[in-house]
Structures are given as structure tokens and as C-alpha cells.
């Protein structure tokens, strides 16, 4: 039986909820089944419909039966997925993750590691000139980055923000995945390393989503602790691209948003070629 306590369930059922009572996130009855089968659970099993047949009613009893660690290990990737089709609020998502981590036994953030910059210093925070050669990634590669560089500089001048957001964010996924695989031994043998959940070995990169790669790099000490805090809210920004999702939340980027997607790329370069 998990150790969850009353206000680490609640927080879970409100990040997980899904558009109607019983539901969880977007899940339909086989996408839920296949969801879990990842972790080699058989959510049809009727030791899960104890407390009642809807998807939020068997992850409650999935809740109570399981381990710390395989609760830990599900919820983790319920959080990843509900990030990926959603925005939750930052201080939701935080604690969470801190949740998650108890049950996965790993450490908690000591006081030294939450002294992050505020987002208004972040996004004062001047860089020196790009300069990808110093990324050592492959030429062809480079020369997409630096155009999309290009790109993104012309759009912060023309205020078009959601264009800067979208570009900023697929340029920083492209450059950690150039980065994890020129370091593949420190990627693939991180705590935060994503898994195949039969094999337990290491995903193949291209399988890896932009959070994992953005906690790897803090983790192996590619990227900083406030480049990793603006590179998820960068991630999350780029749920946008998908316009019922930008409707629903009313989504409207200024240009201050756009300026601090741009600092998190800059920061990201500069972090990785050892500038700070």
C-alpha cells in the first residue's frame, strides 16, 4: 500500500482530473489500459474496481494497493503526459513533482537549490553573442539552428510572440538532443534517464520528450537550476501550438513572454559551452 496522505491524493486528483467527474485527463478505456501496460499493470484487473468501474475510481485503488515506488513511477508519468496536453498551474505542477519524488524516495530540494532567479532577473540577465560552433554539434544541424537564430531574432522585432515561443522552444529541444547524443554515457545513465518500462533500458533519444531531456541536462550539470525552472515554463508554453488548447485557457503572448523564451535559449546555449 502507497503512503500517499489526504492532500497529496487531492493535488494528484486535481492534476489528473479529467473534463468530467470519474474521467482522468484525456484517457479513453484502451488508452488508459495501454497507458499502464507500460508499467506492466493490468488496470482491468479486478483487484482495481473495488472502489467503483470509472478511471479516476481504479487509479484511486491503484493508489491504495501498490508500492511507494511503482505509484511513484506511474504518477510520474501521468504528470508528464497531463504537461504535454495541458497547463498546470506552476505551483501545482512543483509540488506535484515533490510528491513524486517522495514516493520515488529520491531526495528533497534543500534550501541552497530553491534560491532560483525571479523571473524579472532571469529576463535581465545579459548573454554573450551566440555561438553554436561552440556546441560541437554535427554542420548540418548547426546551420538549422542558426537559421532558426535567425529567425526567431526577426520575429522578436516584428512582436510576433507565439512564432518566438514555438521556434525558441523546438531550437532548445534540438539543442539537448545534439548535446545527449554527443554524451551519451551521462544521458543515458542519469536518475531522471526515461526507460522502456519492460526492458528498463534507456529510450532511444529521438523517443525522449523535451522535460526529460531539460532534467537530464540539470542533472548531469549541462544546464543550471534556473535554466531548467524557465525551460519547463518554455515547454509548457509551446502546448500552444495545438489552438483549441490556446482558446480554451486564452492564451495571448505579450512580448515579455516571447523575450523570457528567448533568454531561456540564449542561457541554454551559454550554460552548455561553459560560459557562466
Not at 223 to 252: C, E, T, W, Y
Not at 264 to 276: F, H, M, S
Request: with cysteine; glycine share 4%; aromatic share 10%.
Amino acid at each position: 500500500m502507497a503512503s500517499l496522505k489526504f492532500n497529496e491524493k487531492q493535488l494528484f486528483e486535481k492534476v489528473f482530473q479529467g473534463q468530467s467527474a470519474g474521467y482522468v485527463l484525456d484517457f479513453i478505456d484502451r488508452t488508459f489500459k495501454d497507458f499502464f501496460h507500460d508499467y506492466n499493470i493490468n488496470i482491468e484487473d479486478n483487484k482495481y474496481y473495488r472502489n467503483g468501474n470509472s478511471k479516476m475510481n481504479r487509479l484511486r485503488t491503484f493508489w491504495e494497493t501498490e508500492t511507494d515506488k511503482t505509484v511513484g513511477e506511474v504518477c510520474n508519468g501521468l504528470l508528464e503526459y497531463a504537461n504535454s496536453i495541458q497547463t498546470i498551474e506552476d505551483k501545482d505542477n512543483k509540488q506535484a513533482q515533490l510528491y513524486i519524488n517522495r514516493l520515488l524516495g529520491k531526495k528533497e530540494v534543500t534550501k541552497d537549490e530553491t534560491n532560483e532567479l525571479t523571473e524579472d532577473e532571469f529576463s535581465r540577465k545579459e548573454f554573450q553573442e551566440i555561438d553554436l560552433s561552440l556546441l560541437n554539434l554535427d554542420t548540418q544541424i548547426t546551420d538549422i539552428l542558426s537559421q532558426r537564430i535567425n529567425e526567431i531574432e526577426k520575429c522578436l522585432k516584428s512582436h510576433a510572440n507565439l512564432s518566438v515561443i514555438f521556434l525558441c522552444g523546438s531550437t532548445v529541444e534540438g539543442i539537448l538532443l545534439g548535446v545527449a547524443s554527443n554524451n551519451q554515457k551521462d544521458f543515458n545513465t542519469a536518475n531522471a534517464t526515461p526507460k522502456n518500462k519492460t526492458t528498463k533500458k534507456p529510450l532511444h533519444f529521438h523517443e525522449w520528450t523535451l522535460n526529460a531531456l531539460i532534467d537530464v541536462a540539470h542533472e548531469k550539470e549541462y544546464i543550471g537550476l534556473d535554466v531548467k525552472k524557465f525551460s519547463h515554463a518554455l515547454r509548457d508554453f509551446r502546448n500552444f501550438i495545438h489552438p483549441s488548447q490556446q482558446a480554451m485557457l486564452k492564451f495571448n503572448p505579450d512580448n515579455h513572454t516571447a523575450k523570457i523564451s528567448w533568454q531561456v535559449l540564449q542561457a541554454t546555449i551559454d550554460n552548455i559551452c561553459g560560459k557562466r
